[in-house]
């Protein structure tokens, strides 16, 4: 399977992630990462705003700018409750097998947007790891409605 990596920043973006960008191979999340088609880049650029930000949050100004729309409370609220209904199932007798309740539990701390997509959180190419969906996050927590947020490049990668 394969999912995308996406560089979003708040900054305009001077220095595209490529495929040569992230730490690759042993010790690594990537075992190789992929340069994308043009075509391909508007079918990422598309299932960003449709399938993996959460909807309304964010409007697509131009191919490279999303302009925030406001949303991150009610997003936060629902997010803590997922997180607390996954806690209550962990009990005494689960809490040791971390491929149930523990690891439900950890990936929603992790991935709160539930997407095998990372985020390369970077204006430049320097940064040699991309971050999981709970670091973008973060970043929107800051965001006040009109900001906008610059996508610099995308690539593949299998996981």
Request: aromatic fraction near 12%; charge should be negative; include cysteine.
């Amino acid at each position: 399977m394969h999912a995308w990596i996406f560089q979003l920043s708040e900054e305009r973006i001077e220095d595209y992630l490529c495929e040569d960008t992230l730490l690759q191979g042993d010790g690594s999340d990537y075992d190789y990462c992929a340069a994308i088609s043009e075509e391909e880049r508007k079918r990422a650029v598309y299932s960003l705003m449709a399938h993996i930000l959460p909807l309304g949050m964010f409007r697509l100004k131009d191919e490279t700018t999303l302009v925030y729309q406001g949303g991150f409370e009610q997003w936060k609220r629902e997010w803590v409750e997922r997180i607390q209904a996954k806690a209550a199932k962990v009990n005494t007798e689960n809490v040791m097998n971390f491929c149930g309740e523990v690891y439900q539990l950890e990936t929603e701390l992790q991935n709160p947007l539930g997407t095998d997509a990372h985020f390369y959180l970077c204006n430049d190419d320097y940064q040699t790891f991309a971050e999981k969906s709970v670091e973008l996050m973060r970043m929107v927590e800051h965001l006040t409605e009109g900001d906008e947020l610059y996508i610099g490049g995308i690539i593949d990668f299998p996981f």
